[in-house]
């Protein structure tokens, strides 16, 4: 096991944990395709930190040894109508304040290349992104002129080409070193005013949530609003805007290129620690009483939402998951595949009505009504509840 004790951001070391979780799959979005594998599936150990003084949270336990993507991660999420919206008002939005008609974009860790695509139908003159989960993998979107795939790890060689701006969305919370990143798309800029925008979960939110299912051993930094504008600030970029969307889930970051400030931290950093150490209690109860309430339940339940929150969720319940059917999930490349650790199936909607489940489980309060409208168009009336705000 690694143990990183110094923050990985402003190198403070930090001593003791404020949550643990153990023996979770390793990469929670890499379905399987029979029982023994999604059994046998690498596990690991999450301990988490917080910094005192930048407010990032990160896991101690992490060990970029066993971070192995490959071909079969699917963490796509637009195939929710909601999640679509957002995504469209994200491009257009970002097309107009960067000024982008006409111009060469780059997105690193772009996954199956539906931001690429936006961003072309929006304007863009075309959109390149990287991603080694797409290796040997086809890709609907690359079908539209000026989208095109890199199936590798980004790296600072990608940015000989022209590009007028970077996107980076939900990879900064995978990289046990996230200030080279930042420090190397920043060298790379260089003279030039190109903006940049990075996605990440929002750990504010997490833990204003006591939402434990967002906490995952593929996510090594949980980032707050703090942590972030400490980061890009002591990269080189001057924060332009850091907000909350999609019901606060999320961070957006906007940046420009400006002096690199060494000693940068952002505000409200008390806060962040006050809330981490909060967290780490009630999200134990909280856990507690979910295993009591689904052991004592003896009817059929399902979890609609194969992604991080309702693999964790299932991984974390113990014998409260003996009545644990199914998972469910629009993603139509997630069917008949096998969810690690836990080892039962991912079926689409319609199986429902063979399951006939007495409690339908919500990963994500989100997607809350259109789930529950899908369920009753099929006829089924179960009880439903959600498992994250």
Known sequence: MCLQTNCPVCNTPV?????????????????????????????????????????????????PQRMQYAPGYENALHFSPKFQV?????????????????KPIVEIGCGDGHMLDLMVQKGVASATGFDPSMKDVASPFTERDGVSICPEYFGVQHLDQRF???????????????????????????????PIYFEVPNADWMLR????????????????????TTLFERAGF????????????FLMVE??????????????VDAVVQSARSFGEAANAELKLWRSRLSADAGRTVIWGAGSKGITFANALGSGADTLAAMVDLNTRKHELIVPG????????????????????????????EIEQQVRDLGLQPDFAVIAG
């Open 238 to 249: 001057e924060i332009v805007s850091v907000q909350e969307g999609y019901g606060d889930q």
């Open 209 to 228: 949530a006591v939402s434990m299912w967002d906490v995952i051993y593929e996510h090594v930094g949980y980032w707050t609003a703090p942590s972030v």
């Open 164 to 194: 007028e701006a970077i996107l980076c969305r939900h990879v900064l919370e995978h990289l046990d070193k996230p200030l080279k990143l930042a420090q190397d798309i920043r060298q790379v800029i260089g003279e030039r005013d190109v």
């Open 15 to 63: 001593a003791e944990a404020f949550f643990v979780l153990t023996d979770v799959p390793v990469i929670c979005n890499q379905l399987w395709p029979d029982d023994d594998a999604a059994r046998n599936a690498p596990k690991g150990d999450v301990e988490l930190c917080v910094c005192e003084t930048c407010g990032f949270i990160w896991n101690r336990a992490f060990d």
């Open 342 to 369: 836990i080892a039962v199936p991912v079926v689409a909607p319609e199986k429902l009505m063979e399951i006939e489940p007495d409690l339908v489980l919500i990963s994500n309060t989100q997607y809350q009504a």
């Open 255 to 268: 940046a420009r290129p400006a002096a690199p400030d060494p000693t940068a931290v952002g505000p409200g």
């Open 86 to 102: 957002f995504a469209e008002d994200l491009a257009e939005g970002l097309v107009e304040r960067f000024g982008l008609h006409g």
